[in-house]
């Protein structure tokens, strides 16, 4: 059966799959996919393996093989290599800056009764409460405190402290 997605490398496409693989300097997956890419080559100079092949030499599926093929023929080298699309991601804040002091200042604040400090869980609930964002989740809570420097009844303890002022 024919493969929908044949992959030709150019020279230069070649010598850079060769040189990832004899370097052994990056991911492993990256290497991986370049001798995937080495292997699948139908010019005349590729071997042109089957998928089968391929994923029994490397230690992968033949879905692996498959997508990597796929991504070479429709994004190019440097997508078929590179193994995670992690970067372009982006996730919209559940806290602005205004939310975040709120959340600072209930952080510092004296804790519901018959508690003895702020757990992440009763301030993310507490902010859903006052009506700042309709849900919340404590790791956002714990990240968000993470970053200012704030924990859950630590700030209360900063506060209660002497300033180191020299008494005049």
Not at 5 to 14: H, K, N, P
Not at 28 to 37: E, G, N, S
Not at 76 to 82: K, N, Y
Not at 137 to 146: A, D, F, Y
Request: aromatic fraction near 4%.
């Amino acid at each position: 059966m024919p493969t929908k997605y044949v992959v030709v490398l150019t020279d230069d496409q070649r010598r850079h799959c060769t040189d990832i693989v004899r370097a052994g300097e990056a991911r492993a997956r990256t290497i991986t996919h370049a001798q995937i890419l080495l292997k699948t080559d139908a010019s005349s100079h590729g071997p042109r393996w089957t998928d089968e092949a391929i994923a029994e030499a490397f230690g992968v599926t033949t879905v692996t093989v498959a997508t990597v093929r796929k991504t070479m023929v429709n994004e190019g080298l440097e997508a078929a290599l590179r193994h995670y699309k992690g970067p372009d991601r982006e996730y919209p804040r559940k806290l602005d800056g205004h939310a975040e002091g709120h959340l600072i200042a209930l952080a510092c604040s004296t804790p519901p009764q018959g508690r003895t400090h702020w757990s992440l869980r009763l301030l993310a609930a507490r902010m859903v409460e006052l009506g700042y964002v309709d849900s919340l989740s404590r790791t956002t809570v714990g990240e968000t405190l993470k970053k200012t420097n704030c924990s859950p009844g630590a700030c209360s303890v900063i506060a209660s402290r002497p300033s180191k002022t020299p008494s005049s």
